[in-house]
């Protein structure tokens, strides 16, 4: 039995990166020999077990045969006779399909050193066509690390869109991909490379235009994705960005892509009052008021100012410099100042939500006094 680190691990440390998750490769073993060495079983779809100290990933050696469409149209086989190599040659870039023995030693039968040496994604095998979450995770690379994909790369992930394997892409894994790639350094080269292989149109139709490369829109949104990411904003914010211009498609999208809630609640609010919030400085105080109404500020500030946050990149402006944003703020301070209890107990009956919005108004005109 032999164990060898594979993987993302490998490749960060010989990029110089961060490595945050170590997985290994068992060649040579049963399952019930790991089990007798104390590894716990988790694997559903293969043979994976937990390390009985580290808690660390180790995956018996395996092969996969095409059996269906989708990613998980796939056969696996594991056995002793399995090698590394065949185990890494299933791999989908050759940058992943790089392994560590125990000595250390390097085994790179793909040339993913020299891949990473030129920055270059490259597939390992005609066999990269046969899952359509490739597509998806070599545009995830891209923005992370900020290669190019070889021409032949590209050629495949074109052929995966025109052949309609990429329509039986399932919509958790869609997610789960573009959550990473919008939370990488670059996002807008996930998106210019899906568009560029043909893929957006056919993983997100309501939301591809406002992001194709080729268009000034597009252009603006992407360069904005990237700002965002270098101001190291949250998930949902980026989402927003990206995505409330969609407008009306918005729950067609959250549909079609399986984003989580805060994500579509606050592309959501952008697509119903980001062109208000910017009017904010010339509103008066009933205006003011009926504007955190409308976009819940006063129960959930927070995404109400994630809003400001989105207004201020898409201006270009420095978000603590966002004019609407002070004005807001003072306004948002002042009306949660209002004991809408208190003042709920003074006036009973069906006109008490006037008085109280009359309360906020008058304590909004008063914080914005010169």
Same mark, same amino acid.
């Given at each position: 039995?032999?164990?060898?680190?594979?993987?993302?691990?490998?490749?960060?440390?010989?990029?110089?990166?961060?490595?945050?998750?170590?997985?290994?490769?068992?060649?040579?073993?049963?399952?019930?020999?790991?089990?007798?060495?104390?590894?716990?079983?988790?694997?559903?779809?293969?043979?994976?077990?937990?390390?009985?100290?580290?808690?660390?990933?180790?995956?018996?050696?395996?092969?996969?045969?095409?059996?269906?469409?989708?990613?998980?149209?796939?056969?696996?086989?594991?056995?002793?006779?399995?090698?590394?190599?065949?185990?890494?040659?299933?791999?989908?870039?050759?940058?992943?399909?790089?392994?560590?023995?125990?000595?250390?030693?390097?085994?790179?039968?793909?040339?993913?050193?020299?891949?990473?040496?030129?920055?270059?994604?490259?597939?390992?095998?005609?066999?990269?066509?046969?899952?359509?979450?490739? $597509?998806?995770?070599?545009?995830?690379?891209?923005?992370?690390?900020?290669?190019?994909?070889?021409?032949?790369?590209?050629?495949?992930?074109?052929?995966?869109?025109?052949?309609?394997?990429?329509?039986?892409?399932?919509?958790?894994?869609?997610?789960?991909?573009?959550?990473?790639?919008?939370?990488?350094?670059?996002?807008?080269?996930?998106?210019?490379?899906?568009?560029?292989?043909?893929?957006?149109?056919?993983?997100?139709?309501?939301?591809?235009?406002?992001?194709?490369?080729?268009?000034?829109?597009?252009?603006?949104?992407?360069?904005?994705?990237?700002?965002?990411?270098?101001?190291?904003?949250?998930?949902?914010?980026?989402?927003?960005?990206?995505?409330?211009?969609?407008?009306?498609?918005?729950?067609?999208?959250?549909?079609?892509?399986?984003?989580?809630?805060?994500?579509?609640?606050?592309?959501?609010?952008?697509?119903?009052? $980001?062109?208000?919030?910017?009017?904010?400085?010339?509103?008066?105080?009933?205006?003011?008021?009926?504007?955190?109404?409308?976009?819940?500020?006063?129960?959930?500030?927070?995404?109400?100012? *994630?809003?400001?946050?989105?207004?201020?990149?898409?201006?270009?402006?420095?978000?603590?410099?966002?004019?609407?944003?002070?004005?807001?703020?003072?306004?948002?301070?002042?009306?949660?100042?209002?004991?809408?209890?208190?003042?709920?107990?003074?006036?009973?009956?069906?006109?008490?939500? *006037?008085? $109280?919005?009359?309360?906020?108004?008058?304590?909004?005109?008063?914080?914005?006094?010169?």
């Amino acid at each position: 039995m032999k164990i060898y680190r594979v993987g993302g691990s490998v490749r960060d440390e010989l990029l110089g990166r961060a490595v945050q998750d170590h997985d290994y490769v068992v060649v040579g073993a049963t399952p019930e020999q790991m089990v007798a060495l104390g590894y716990q079983p988790v694997g559903k779809d293969f043979p994976v077990f937990l390390h009985p100290t580290t808690r660390e990933e180790h995956a018996l050696a395996r092969t996969e045969r095409k059996s269906g469409r989708g990613y998980k149209g796939f056969t696996v086989h594991t056995s002793p006779e399995v090698t590394l190599e065949e185990d890494l040659a299933r791999r989908d870039l050759t940058i992943n399909a790089m392994a560590r023995d125990a000595s250390g030693t390097l085994i790179d039968p793909f040339g993913g050193l020299d891949d990473l040496g030129r920055r270059c994604l490259r597939h390992v095998s005609p066999a990269f066509v046969e899952d359509p979450v490739r $597509i998806l995770r070599v545009a995830r690379f891209a923005a992370r690390l900020d290669f190019t994909v070889a021409e032949d790369t590209l050629a495949l992930m074109r052929h995966m869109v025109e052949t309609g394997e990429a329509d039986h892409l399932v919509p958790e894994r869609v997610w789960q991909e573009l959550a990473r790639g919008l939370m990488e350094a670059r996002p807008s080269v996930m998106f210019a490379l899906l568009w560029e292989c043909g893929a957006m149109p056919r993983i997100a139709p309501e939301w591809a235009d406002l992001l194709d490369p080729k268009r000034e829109p597009g252009r603006q949104t992407l360069a904005w994705l990237d700002r965002a990411a270098a101001l190291e904003t949250s998930l949902p914010v980026r989402f927003a960005l990206a995505a409330h211009r969609a407008g009306d498609a918005l729950p067609a999208l959250g549909i079609r892509v399986r984003c989580p809630n805060d994500c579509l609640e606050l592309a959501t609010l952008c697509a119903r009052h $980001i062109t208000a919030v910017r009017t904010a400085p010339l509103l008066d105080a009933a205006g003011l008021v009926d504007l955190l109404v409308r976009g819940d500020a006063l129960r959930r500030p927070g995404r109400f100012f *994630d809003m400001l946050w989105i207004a201020a990149l898409e201006d270009d402006i420095a978000p603590p410099h966002f004019a609407p944003r002070r004005v807001l703020e003072r306004a948002l301070r002042a009306a949660q100042a209002v004991d809408a209890q208190a003042v709920a107990s003074r006036h009973a009956g069906p006109a008490v939500a *006037d008085h $109280i919005r009359a309360a906020r108004i008058a304590a909004v005109r008063d914080a914005l006094q010169p």
